[in-house]
């Protein structure tokens, strides 16, 4: 989905927050099994954690206040900071050896819900 700033019908944005509660619900019960099983099994050594940005352009505020939030409520991932310019976000990964999947799993599992939800 596209960050355009055409407005769904309200039963539209409706749906569209069942959908990101739904989705959002099964990304923190996945990250948690990820942290559990990483904890419990990886040796310390095999740890990769990391920084990596993700970019905000074209969210609104708001948008960038829940996704933020969603991000550092789900296992394994914190928001550390917004750019003063609201155009990126720096994301601590318990495991950033992989950046751009890290930025994909936030794009397909948090934003895209999202903005079928605000939009």
Known sequence: MSRSSRRNSLPA?????????????RELLLANITVARTVLLQPRSALAPGFVTYDLRGLSPFEIVVL???????????????????S???VHALDARDPEGVRASIRSGLEAPMLRWTR
């Open 13 to 25: 944005r409706a749906l569209g927050l069942v959908v990101f509660a739904w989705c959002f619900t």
């Open 68 to 86: 933020t939030h969603c991000i550092t409520l789900t296992p394994g991932t914190t928001s550390v900071e917004v750019s003063p310019d609201n």
């Open 88 to 90: 990126t976000l720096l």
